[in-house]
């Protein structure tokens, strides 16, 4: 047992003192000697971190300095680009800052301003736009690039299908009597055949032939013969070596045969890189002052035929065909007829027939233009018309297309969304094509041409 005095010394041997408030940690007297080297590493934690902050603010205040340099040597250059720029115009606005990643051509924009698009140029050498033209040249089906024929090469096609000396490729089309085939001759023309087969072809018929013409035989061949000589024709008597001929050119037509036996008929004719207007897809794609220039171009195709004297019976979209030039070319002369024909049968494609097709009356070039306008509409977001071919054979059918005719002061053409409201006056006239009434409708391709022309020079596009 301890005593008293025992207990005595013990306590005096190790003194306890309490720490101040102002330390962080308790620390016993017999642990002295540490304090004095923690104070130590205190010290030199604060130089440290006293040395670290200064570094940072350093590094700060030379990131400004780089910084500045940097935006003052970008503004500088800036200006010394655009210096003739500033000089023509009388506007002392200070250049805007922008990222690294701005194009050179929008550094003296505004902020905040909103922009008027320009209409754009048309590309040399063709009346579409820039824009419009790289749409109709970067499409999957016209990458490959044709060499024009002359008429040398013209001379030599034909000269090859006189002796059946030509190759069909491959099938590119099929029509609802023919199908399109792509054909060389000489190892190096390429152009378009048109062909019609009858039922001995599938016996006696190549292998391309054969397959295809299974499919076709909904149509008489009588018929499809009748429309295909018909279609060669129309187009040798419009025939023109022109460079700028706005018509499919025409070359031959060949009767087929095999050990004597008649299998169908061959029309060789050029081959039209393009596309035509019927691909909606392209089409939406491309701007809408393009597709007026197009409308024009289509117009002017027209008046072409009609200046022949022939009325073409079948303007569709897809009788339209745009070049990867921007140039457009009217085809398929399959039922055209003389102007001032007088129906004995409904003719043409229902959707775009007028009420003198479907009552049999006499045909003139105002027929071609009640379909000309539901195919603009159709250009610009419409639709075909609603005509069953089943009810337009029905006699009262016909009669009220013959009531129509001649008291019909309304339109066919109701919408054309996508001018309603940025080109009403180009709408306008597009309805006034598609009229019932033949004497109220736009008579001629001519007076198409100056409503058009005059139309679109209010909205500051230019039409030749």
Known sequence: ?????????????????????????????TQAGGTAEEEQAELKIKQGSTKRDQFEKKMTVDRKKV????????????RRRNAPLK??????RP????????????????????????????APGTDLSRKGLQTLNTAAAVQERLPQLDEQAIAEIRAAAEKGAYELIKPIARGA????????????HIFCVKAIRNRVDGWLGNSKTRGNQERLQDVSYATKMRHLRNEYNVAKSVYSAEPDFPLVKVFAMRRVTRLGIELGWDLLMEYIQGHDLSERNIMRKLPVDDRIRIMYQAVQALEYLHRRRFIHLDIKPSNFMLTREGRVKLID????????????????TAGYLSPEQISKETLNEATDIFALGVTFAILFGGRPLNQNLDELLQRSVRQDARYHLESGD????????????????????IRNCSIL??????????????????????????LE
């Not at 047992?1 to 007297?29: D, F, G």
């Not at 000089?87 to 002392?92: F, K, L, P």
Request: charged content about 30%; hydrophobic content about 30%; proline content about 7%.
């Open 437 to 462: 009434k033949r004497d109220s409708r736009i008579p001629n391709c001519q007076v198409l041409l100056r409503q058009l022309h005059s139309a679109a020079k209010t909205y500051g596009l230019e």
């Open 177 to 188: 009597e023919s199908i399109l085939y792509r054909a060389r001759a000489g190892g190096r």
């Open 87 to 92: 000089t023509e115009q009388a506007d002392d």
């Open 1 to 29: 047992m301890e005593t008293k005095s025992n207990k005595k010394q013990h306590n005096n041997a190790t003194p306890i003192s309490l720490p101040q408030e102002s330390q962080r940690k308790y620390i016993s007297v």
């Open 333 to 348: 002369f399959g039922i055209s007829v003389p102007n001032g024909y007088k129906g004995r049968a409904i003719t043409g």
């Open 410 to 429: 309304v339109t066919a053409v109701i919408d054309v969304p996508e001018l309603v409201q940025d080109r009403p006056l180009i709408a306008e006239i």
């Open 67 to 78: 910084l500045e340099t940097q935006l003052i040597d970008v503004a500088r250059l800036r």
């Open 95 to 122: 250049l805007p800052l922008s990222s690294a990643g701005n194009r050179d051509d929008q550094i003296n924009k505004p902020l905040l301003e909103s922009e008027t698009p320009e209409p754009e140029e048309t």
